[in-house]
């Protein structure tokens, strides 16, 4: 891992033992069992072992605050299959209710913003990186996708099938983390028709599935190397 601030760069590189091994994510929740990953032929992504808890580590002074924090996911391609190798933590405002990237379509008044969105993309063209997803914190919440999430969701797989959203919830005891996505094109569906803004109930889908699913295409790489970009 190595992390990089607006001013000097302090780096600092962790090296997983050579006979660590590569494991897939499983449903460990009956609420999310749902999964229609592997039928979509979707590609492989692979992501650091540290990524979730470096994360928190970064999002701990707003946790301890009840702010929620957002990073946003560039991933390589290589062999048909991705590896999230950026992590970037962009100029925010946030609150204890919402995330929301990149454009205020969706924003409640209460919320966290991505600011000077060109910072994300430049460092994403700079590397040649896909927008493979993004994370975020419920500091006092249980681990799920609220209706802003998931509108915040929908760009990201229109860009990238792939694409996955991580949600981090370090209070939930039963569920500390998850990686979700839209089911496609039962949830795709729903978002791509909703026009409300803030929190709001979303339709049933027309085939009565949920609107989003936990990731199964996505693996844990603990061998996987990545970068953080700290630009608040």
């Not at 957002?70 to 590896?83: D, H, K, N, P, Q």
């Not at 994300?120 to 419920?138: A, E, Y």
Request: glycine content about 4%.
């Amino acid at each position: 891992m190595v992390t990089h601030y607006p001013s000097v760069a302090i780096s600092c590189t962790e090296v997983a033992p050579y006979s660590a091994q590569v494991s897939q994510v499983t449903v460990s929740d009956s609420r999310y069992a749902y999964s229609e990953s592997a039928i979509l032929g979707l590609k492989n992504l692979h992501i650091s072992a540290q990524l979730m808890e470096d994360f928190l580590e970064i999002a701990r002074n707003n946790t301890d605050k009840d702010l929620e924090t957002c990073g946003v996911l560039g991933a390589s391609l290589t062999e048909e299959t991705f590896y999230a190798t950026t992590l970037i933590i962009p100029k925010q405002e946030s609150t204890s209710s919402s995330v929301s990237l990149y454009d205020d379509t969706f924003m409640s008044p209460l919320s966290c913003q991505a600011l000077h969105e060109e910072d994300i993309f430049n460092i994403q063209n700079d590397r040649s990186l896909l927008p493979v997803g993004w994370i975020h914190t419920h500091p006092s919440q249980s681990c799920f996708m609220s209706s802003i999430d998931l509108h915040t969701q929908y760009p990201y797989q229109v860009m990238v099938p792939e694409a996955i959203a991580i949600v981090v919830a370090p209070t939930d005891k039963t569920r500390n983390y998850g990686i979700f996505r839209l089911t496609d094109p039962s949830g795709m569906n729903v978002l791509k028709e909703c026009e409300e803004k803030g929190f709001h109930p979303h339709r049933d889908s027309s085939d009565g599935r949920p609107l989003y699913e936990q990731c199964s295409h996505v693996y844990i790489n603990p061998n996987l190397r990545f970068e953080i970009f700290d630009l608040r």
